[in-house]
């Protein structure tokens, strides 16, 4: 069984946590929360679980040993580096850390303390996701593709107001691209692999992060564009263009249908894709078979796969960001 502690009290921890327990393989119990109130709200319906209001305390709790964290972006590397230097394995919520030294850092320390570390970009780990990657033809067969994703955040209300809420903050590391273009951008990398040149077209708003966007991803033989945005809603769907045809998917973050379109034979093929009502239980799954199987060939392969393909996603959107004109606290450091 994994003991599982939360840094992060929000809405999306809580999807994470029901998603662990439906998988059989975790219980929680720890939370932390700089109110002791707040934590006590959030992990009394999970039963026995002890509460801390100090880093310190939370991760020298010895039968803690996985630690999910869903604080503020800027505050993942830090949070994250205490916990491995603590023994305990870390899964970080996307977009893990802010620059490509952050995350080489901890994926070093990691192997030194020979714990684990995943970022939870759950998109990559759907069967959905999986079933479109055995679809995909070689990659000389791939003439481009288009990924959307967008979606108002009630919190743009807040800037509006002349607020800056962290989301928005570059003190906080937020942004349209580094949260909801994490999406596309894993998809891209995952399907198609590491890009020759990646650039960044954002709107910034009153914040000076970026409201929406459009990037380009450029490969030997064609491009991925990419469009996201955190200001205003896309019914758009995301499409792969091949040399005999098109796949349609109707969203990227989490695919719940794909149609591929036959140029020559004129029919439609329709992919088995489905999705979970709660879309986090099969990275919750994939995690904890890595954790619960250290020394498994084949799982520890899988395990590096992922952690290569975060490190090539920070560093990709990093340059998306610079860019841009994008700039965080965190780069400054």
């Given amino acids: 069984m994994i003991n599982l502690g939360i840094i992060g009290t929000n809405w999306i921890t809580d999807q994470f946590v029901q998603a662990a327990h439906e998988t059989g393989n975790y219980q929680l119990v720890a939370v932390y929360s700089r109110k002791l109130e707040t934590a006590q709200t959030f992990g009394e319906k999970y039963g026995d679980v002890e509460y801390a209001t100090d880093l310190e305390t939370f991760f020298a709790l010895e039968h803690l040993n996985t630690v999910y964290i869903a604080s503020p972006n800027s505050l993942h590397f ?8 603590a023994g305990k394995n870390i899964i ?14 901890i994926i070093e320390l990691a192997n030194q303390k020979n714990v684990f570390f995943f970022e939870a970009a759950r998109n990559i780990h759907e069967r959905a996701f999986k079933t479109v990657a055995d679809f995909l033809p070689l990659k000389n067969q791939i003439i481009g593709a288009d990924f959307s994703y967008m979606k108002y955040s009630s919190r743009y209300d807040k800037v ?9 903050s570059p003190h906080f590391s937020g942004g349209a691209l ?7 951008i894993y998809a891209a990398l995952a399907w198609f692999g590491l890009p020759n040149e990646s650039i960044y077209y954002g709107q910034k708003i009153a914040t000076d992060v970026d409201g929406i966007g459009t990037g380009i991803l450029r490969y030997d033989h064609f491009d991925v564009t990419i469009r996201t945005g955190k200001i205003g809603d896309s019914f758009q769907q995301s499409e792969i263009y091949l040399t005999n045809g ?8 989490s695919i719940d249908e794909a149609v591929f379109h036959d140029r020559n034979h004129q029919r439609r093929e329709k992919l088995s894709v489905h999705q979970l009502e709660n879309p986090m239980i099969e990275e919750a799954e994939n995690f904890a078979q890595v954790i619960l199987n250290p020394t498994d060939h084949k799982l520890g392969t899988e395990y590096e796969e992922w952690v290569e393909l975060s490190r090539n996603v920070n560093q990709v959107i990093y340059d998306m960001r610079k860019s841009a004109g994008i700039v965080f606290d965190a780069d400054e450091e």
């Fill in 92 to 105: 970080v919520e996307k977009p893990a850390f802010s620059t490509p030294k952050e995350m080489a850092e």
């Fill in 160 to 168: 509006l107001a002349g607020q800056e809420p962290n989301v928005f």
């Fill in 78 to 85: 830090e949070q994250a580096k205490q916990g491995i230097l």
């Fill in 246 to 253: 098109t796949l349609v998917m109707n969203a990227i973050n």
């Fill in 178 to 184: 580094v949260d909801l273009g994490v999406y596309p």
